[in-house]
């Protein structure tokens, strides 16, 4: 059960490492120009930690497209789940909360 738990969240957590790592090294050179909080490599992550892969790249593309130079922009946060299914460490790889733990 928990192999197939870690393969199943896998994907997942190749998409965070790889979002961290752009947020460590490529971000930085932009400086802050992001319209919106949380930036969109932020959302984008936050999305994919709590909607998985397939939605949480379709919710960081839907962010993307919105932002642009004529945006209002503001806070815009990730919707949350209804039930959390996973948790989140403090790196941001997402795990199985265990039977009976929160």
């Not at 969240?9 to 802050?32: E, Q, T, W």
């Not at 397939?54 to 962010?63: E, K, T």
């Not at 922009?73 to 299914?85: K, Y």
Request: net charge positive; with cysteine.
């Amino acid at each position: 059960m928990i192999v197939l738990e870690f393969l199943w969240l896998l994907p997942r957590n190749a998409c965070v490492l790889i979002l961290r790592g752009y947020r460590a090294v490529i971000s930085p050179l932009y400086g802050d120009v992001c319209r919106y909080y949380p930036s969109c490599s932020a959302y984008t992550l936050q999305a994919i930690q709590r909607h998985g892969v397939i939605a949480g790249v379709a919710l960081g593309a839907w962010r993307i497209a919105r932002c642009h130079p004529w945006a209002k922009g503001g806070v815009d946060d990730v919707p949350q789940r209804r039930v959390p299914r996973y948790r989140i460490t403090d790196f941001g790889f997402v795990v199985a909360t265990g039977h009976g733990k929160g």
